[in-house]
């Protein structure tokens, strides 16, 4: 072959190197660019999920700070019904203890009082003995 022919046959291969050449640095272009839109997309994510850690965080201190308010609260309540019930008690069994003594100081006065009473229907019936005894001998002394 002539040298030429070898020219012509290399500038056409030269040609074609440019034109893959100029493909290859359009596609390397667009791969850069598509890098570059996944990277800050990639980078949005991460802060995306790096605000819900610590959102997530957040949220579980909250609600551990809560249980622990809830559970001390609970606690307080049952202290003070404890303490009410006890007192409730403690004022049930003192005013027992009143109307017992009340009730016990009524009855030894009703029965003081009984006790005059059946005193006096003895000295009564004693009495009507003793008068119907005497007002059958005078009856007797005088028919």
Partial sequence: MSIDAQVKV???VVGRLDTN???LTELSNSISKLLAVHDSRID???KVHNR????????HSRVTTI???ICDKIDQ???IIEQRLREAGEASAKGHAEIKADIENKINTLAARV???ETW???VIGGATVIGYFGEKLFKLFS
Avoid: A, P, Q
Wanted: hydrophobic content about 35%; proline content about 0%; aromatic content about 4%.
């Fill in 44 to 46: 949005s994510l991460e």
């Fill in 21 to 23: 050449i100029e493909k």
């Fill in 121 to 123: 229907r003895w000295l």
């Fill in 77 to 79: 309540v049952e202290s």
């Fill in 10 to 12: 290399l500038e056409s």
């Fill in 67 to 69: 249980s622990r308010e």
């Fill in 115 to 117: 006790g005059v009473l």
């Fill in 52 to 59: 819900t850690d610590e959102d997530i965080k957040e949220i």
